[in-house]
């Protein structure tokens, strides 16, 4: 410091005080004043592990580590990080410290054996266009609620229908007549995989489906992907900072809420305002069953069932059941175009066990190497590498750090499904994880793409039934390859989750 005062005084200010403007001068003393005090705060600072809280990067004045996420996809910062700081370590975004969870046994202690401590949902952008209702932001017992009632209408509907594993056969064959119309030419596949996702959704929501050029599902699927896409933006991050300024500046921020806002409208007019006449005894779908706890609601529980939490709670549905499932299923087709012997052995193998018929549910457990092969595209393509956010209920002392009660939390699932400890190859595309050396599938705890605990997929068992179904249908049907001289590309799109950029493939049909 004394060195910098010693500049500052030998600079020859008088030799050009004639050139310079009263302001001038100003705005510079003020601009020193203003370093000066940077460096002073930034020294002063305290470390980031002091008092038992996580260690991490020193933050910057104002700032904090923001400079470092900025360029860079969190995930990957975040992976780099724990390299230094180790499992449980702390980043600051302006005056919010957040900590970050790497590796499967760190994610399960505290996701499992401290469950409670770690339930909660931070409030972000949503928090503008809603009281945080529904399932995947949800505080306190709200989230409970819809988690339990949600299961419940899932296993009751589905069962009463006979079963949801018929509806997803349906909308394969629909999915299988769509890729068919292309004859064997280029075609974007990601409204068609989408449209088919949403329509099992639609399903339990009003026992019906869209056609896939319906300019309404279109919408909503245009609403969710954009949601999605902003929830992981810059500017979101920038919100989740400074909530207050950013609420009186015009930005991409307002337009992420104004798209949340439209398509909280959508789903108001398509789907929560149906008025048929609701059966309390047996719902037809999903909606109705929530109308039926609505008309029979205990008093203390009239503020869970309402119209606003309905409507969020059709939009984590869709925004959970979409994008994740979609995408899944988009890396799957473009990992067998890059690896042909492997969807050459998928099919190979389902032509043995199951020929031409329909596959089902129950094919999986005769199929060792197709179900390896599906979950390791869920474990490559990583859909969710950050996993939704966490927040401590309340404070916890967690492997002899101190977390307080509010504190935003990243159990990063990319890191339990890159863990060295439990994939031979992390970074491979590499089936046999998966197999043991017989050839017999064998499951891998580190395989959590759904997460763990009290907030993990309320749709996990929909999402496998789909990803099994849709995945063995299409390899039945078809072969798949990239268009002539093209070069796929397997960088993924911004946003929140890790989807594949929109791009064409062809589909052969094998038969």
Known sequence: MQCF???LCCFPISSRI???????LVTILLSIILILLLVKIYNDQKPENDDYFPPGPRPLPFIGNLHLIIFQKRHHVFMKL?????????IQLARAKMVVLCGYDTIKDALINHAEEFSDRPYILTSRTSSSDGIVFAHGENWKVMRRFTLSAFRELGMRKGSIENKIQEEAQCLIQAIKSYKGEPFENMTIINAAVANIIVFFLLDDRFEYDDP??????HHIRVTVRNFGSFMNRLYSMFPRLLSLLPGKHLKAIENMEDLHALINKV???????VDINEPKNLIDAFRAKQQKAKPDQTSYFNDETLTMLVSDLFGAGIETTSATLRWGLLLMIKHPKIQQ???NEIDRVIGSTKPQTEHRKQLPYTNAVIHE???????VPLNIPHETANDVIFRGYYIPQGTMVFPMLTSALRDKAYFEKPAEFYPEHFL?????FKKNDAFIPFSLGKRSCVGENLAKMELFLFFTSLLQNFTFKAPPHAKLNFTPASGFTNAPLPQKICAIPRN
Do not use: C
Request: aromatic share 8%.
């Open 18 to 24: 004639e050139d310079t403007s009263a302001m001038d």
């Open 377 to 383: 595209i869920q474990r490559f393509a990583n859909v």
């Open 82 to 90: 724990s390299e230094e700081y180790g499992t449980v370590f702390s």
């Open 345 to 347: 052995k998928v099919q």
């Open 216 to 221: 309404t599902l279109l919408k909503l699927m």
């Open 5 to 7: 005062r010693l500049t």
């Open 436 to 440: 043991d050396s017989e050839g017999n």
């Open 271 to 277: 789907f929560t305002k149906q008025r048929s006449t």
